[in-house]
């Protein structure tokens, strides 16, 4: 899967990803003519992969060359990510020194040859004021059914075995206190549906140097269990907080650090229970967070960081995902699979009510998705889908996935289901296949057949146009199918002439946009008009096809055609 790295912010233990530049080293080139530069490899090394703040770490580049090689600079570029630290560079030399815990990826490129790098990971641990036990300890295990507080200050809060905090009990845990937690061993909070009583867990860190509390295996390697709500009584809420090798035990949950279960698939909204105020997950066993059953994130939750996940560091219900805070993602250098989606549960992928997707990361998907209100009640405004600047939707690919909006096969009586997907010419909202090699026709596309008052600038649409399942009775070419990267239109939705602009469509191996509404000419309206300033790309049919006549005013063109070819 392709990598998508976000911003965030430094916390001990985070894996922390931001493009940066440094300066580079330096070197003499051969003189002559005809000097060949042929460069085999690099390498960089580090005097220390784990140190202390503030402690400096001296670092040496390696650029190899063949002996046939001449005329080479010999130099590298450096960066460093995070970008917060600059690094001290002489040559193919450099020290990298910061008072900030977390992980530093130092990468190194030939000046002569781009294709040629190396990185570097290193961890700053965290300062010795805060997560260094002072001796103390206090073993936990068995229910908790009253208000408690665990020490901090350097205190070792031991759990030995199974916890659960249940309705209407608190667990308050101090500034830099320290949870050691056996194997397998959880942290359950389970509030009480029947009576609306609440159960709680409060991480109730500081800052993230000196104030943070940690949740840590017992025994180096042996990975704990969770921190799980067992419903929708149930909150955890984490303040600067740190959980290393959590996520054993859960297979159903993908092993993830922390799971979260809301009142499950019949809501029709998500429930916000998990509150995520600069938190980090350190190497789970699986995955990161996992939200169940219309569980959702705090409208408070500011940045959640993961690193090393062995999974996917996020999962939960498309109708959650507005909630997602900011975040960071990286892998190990050396991780076999790499991921970087949120992945969304396709045992609930509708959109029943309002929702909003950002930008914080990229959703993985392995079910269509229909945005139309279901029930009895049918509103005339229908449901909206917002799409923030920078979201990116990727869809499993081979399954023929879609996402529809709008109901079909019920003539002035269709579901309103509409699509508000503004980007930005640097924040583009993209829909694409979720494969590593991507292809034309790998997703079916987005459909439209009911979504009246919908608007789409600065979107890219690609490798779509594969098998849609429509078929509609307008004027495209004769022997094409209804595949599109964008099937428009329906009895009840004639679109604008300017429903959709300064997007992108690409790499479909059907049409771009398949106009399925009626009109009385066969190009009314027209989206691909170059005054939409909209770009079509490896499109293997029409850019757009002639839509539909109304009924009465004449038939379609022999053969029929394409708006714009």
């Known amino acids: 899967m392709r990598t998508r790295w976000m911003s965030g912010m430094a916390l001990w233990a985070a894996v922390l990803v931001l493009e940066g530049c440094g300066g580079g080293g330096t070197g003499q080139p051969d003189a002559g003519n005809a000097a060949v530069c042929t460069i085999s490899g690099v390498s960089l090394a580090g005097s220390g992969s784990s140190v202390a703040p503030s402690q400096a770490v001296t670092l040496t580049a390696v650029v190899t060359q063949p002996a046939t090689s ?67 300890v206090v073993n936990h295990s068995g229910n908790i059914t009253a208000d408690e507080t665990w020490a901090g200050n350097g205190v070792t809060h031991s759990v030995t075995s199974n916890v659960l905090i249940k309705a209407p009990a608190t667990v308050t845990i101090q500034p830099c206190a320290i949870v050691s937690l056996a194997q397998n061993a959880e942290i359950g909070v389970q509030g009480d549906t029947t009576g609306s009583r609440p159960a709680r867990l409060v991480a109730a860190g500081t800052d993230d140097q000196t104030g943070f509390v940690s949740f840590l295996p017992a025994v180096t390697g042996q990975f704990w269990g969770t921190l799980r709500g067992f419903n929708e009584q149930s909150f955890i809420e984490l303040h600067h907080a740190g959980l290393v090798a959590a996520g054993a035990g859960l297979v159903g949950y993908r092993n993830s650090a922390i799971v979260m279960i809301g009142p499950g698939l019949n809501a029709t909204a998500p429930v916000p229970l998990l509150t995520v105020d600069h938190v980090a997950i350190d190497h789970p066993k699986g995955g990161g967070v996992y939200l169940d059953g219309m569980a959702a994130f705090t409208t408070d939750s500011t940045w959640l960081g993961i690193g090393g996940a062995q999974d996917y560091p996020l999962s939960l219900f498309i109708m959650a995902a507005g909630s997602i805070p900011q975040m960071t993602v990286q892998d190990d250098p050396a991780q076999a699979t790499h991921f970087h989606e949120a992945w969304i549960n396709p045992s609930r992928p509708n959109v029943i009510t309002d929702t909003t997707i950002n930008g914080n990361i990229p959703l993985y998907l392995e079910a269509s998705v229909n945005v139309v209100q279901t029930g009895n009640v049918i509103t005339p405004l229908g449901v909206t889908l917002t799409v923030l600047p920078g979201a990116e939707l990727r869809f499993k690919p081979g399954a023929a996935l879609r996402m529809v909006f709008g109901g079909r096969g019920n003539p002035s009586g269709n579901p309103v289901g509409r699509l508000i997907a503004l980007g930005t010419p640097t924040s583009p909202i993209r829909f694409t296949s979720a494969a590593a090699a991507p292809a034309a026709g790998d997703w079916a596309g987005i459909q439209m057949p009911a979504a009246t008052g919908s608007q789409m600038a600065f979107n890219i649409i690609e490798y779509a146009g594969g098998f849609s399942g429509v078929v509609s009775s307008n004027c495209r070419p004769s022997g094409s199918a209804d595949n599109a990267a964008l099937i428009v239109g329906g009895p009840d939705f004639t679109p604008s002439g300017s429903m959709i602009v300064s997007s992108l469509i690409q790499f479909s191996a059907g049409h771009g946009i398949d106009a399925t509404w009626q009109a009385g000419t066969p190009s009314d309206p027209n989206l691909a008009d170059s005054a939409n300033f909209n770009v079509f790309t490896a499109i293997g049919g029409c850019k757009q096809t002639f839509n539909g006549l109304v009924p009465g005013v004449g038939s379609c063109p022999a053969g029929g055609g394409c708006t714009e070819q």
Not at 115 to 131: D, E, I, N, Y
Request: proline residues 9%.
């Open 70 to 136: 001449s005329g080479c600079n010999g130099g590298v570029v450096w960066n460093v990510n995070p970008n917060t630290t600059p690094l001290s560079i002489a040559g193919l030399s450099a020290t990298f020194t910061t008072a900030v815990p977390g992980i530093y990826t130092i990468n190194v490129t030939s000046k002569d040859d781009t294709t040629k790098s190396a990185s570097f990971q290193l961890t700053v641990r965290p300062p010795t004021t805060c997560g260094t036990p002072n001796g103390t």
